[in-house]
């Protein structure tokens, strides 16, 4: 199908609508006036057979009909298209005007003499030579009862050639208007798709490197003021990603140049003299340190990517958070007693989440307090049903987060103490990976945190529909 502008429609449209609405008006007012036209000569008709008819009537014989001829057609001299004749029952002609040649046929329908003459009985017929004639005849009784038809007739061809002409007016009239009324909304379409013009300029000149340009609200009408708020609501949250994305990229480099700065540097002090097999040793351990934290890193881009992807789907089952949570408890088990802290594991509740995910959640959660919590102290980890879900919660006793850091924990990157997180082991995305896993969920991750106190990470899982098993595309 072709697409036409929509302008083009428009214009097409209304020159449409003129069109037809002229047509009608046109067609009316001709009908009109030449309604006119034939009402009036119709009652002149009438008038005139009618005052035929009683001065006929106040004659005695034909003969005088004859004799007051003059007095007769006296009546119809004044307009050339008007005739008369007067004929008795034998058909012959006793009064005539105009002179005989000039007159045209008779009506067919006589009105009876004791009816009154009536437009009604006014009747068209052509007089053989294509001229339209229109005209009324009725029976008149002399005082001798001689009972004659009076005729009065009119040649309509004057009429038909005001018509026409009046016709031809109306028509050119209204062609003219109609060009100018098709010019006029042309324009007027065109100007009110000007806006729409604009926003398209405005829309052009937004690009990757101008994600800061907004659709311009000025000028801009009613009906399209939404739609330039929509499109500027979009273009900030475009805006907002694009700059998400370039922070990420370049805390992303900055995190892979550290490990790989640190690897080169080692290597290149071990190579500038000789060492012992045991000091080359150590290089190689801490080399594989530093490649385990970049693979980690990468590892834990690769995953934010995936659970970013509208393609990710979990994977959703139920089961008993306290025994999960126990689970998660004893894989860390080693770790806990070598830090001399301990693991308590808490409540009750039924979840129904993609197990993996928990897993991975809560396991960041428990990773981190086990850095920061003391020899000697413990970690409590709680499962409880509350009324909309379920949450879980990562507790432990230890420095504290200061509230300022609060708003960007669960940015990517985000490490409180940059000097103690650039160790190896950190990457500073594992908070980012818990708010995707729980907004994965439709839940959410929130913090509390008392400096040299309690911290405590808990995560909400709202409570769910059903127990469906969602498609198996995983990461
Ligand atoms: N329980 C906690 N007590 C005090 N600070 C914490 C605690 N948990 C997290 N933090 C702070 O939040 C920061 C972000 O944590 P996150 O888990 O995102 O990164 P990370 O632990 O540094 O790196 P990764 O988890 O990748 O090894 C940490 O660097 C730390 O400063
Ligand atoms: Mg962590």
Redesign the pocket.
Known sequence: MHRFALSTRLTVCFIAIMALCFAVVGALLFRAVADRFYVQDEVNLVLSTRHLRRLVSELATPRDLVDHRDRLTALILGDAAVSMRIVDNQGRVLVEHPAVGGQPAMATHVVPGDQRVLRSDVTSWDDGAGNPVRGVSALARLQDKTPVTISVARTMTDRAVVLARYRHDITLILLSGGVLAVVLSYLLVRRAMRPLRTMADNARAITAQRLGSRMSMRDTPAELHDLALSLNAMLERLEHGFGRVWQFTVDLAHDLRTPIGNLRGANEVALARPRTAAEYQALLGSNIEECDRVS?TIE?VLFLARAESPQFALQRTTFDAVQELTRIADYFEGLSSEAGVSIRVDGHASLHADRELFRRAVG?LL???L??TDAGKSIDMTAAAVDDGVTVSVA?E????DAAHLDQ?FDRF????RSR?DSA????????IVKSIMELHGGQVTVS?QLQGI?C?TLWFPRSTGPEHESAARP
């Open positions: 980690r834990s960041n990773s981190n307090a850095r920061y432990n230890g420095p504290g987060i924990l985000y490490r409180v103490d997180s082991s950190s990457t500073g995305l594992g908070l980012s945190s911290t990470f």
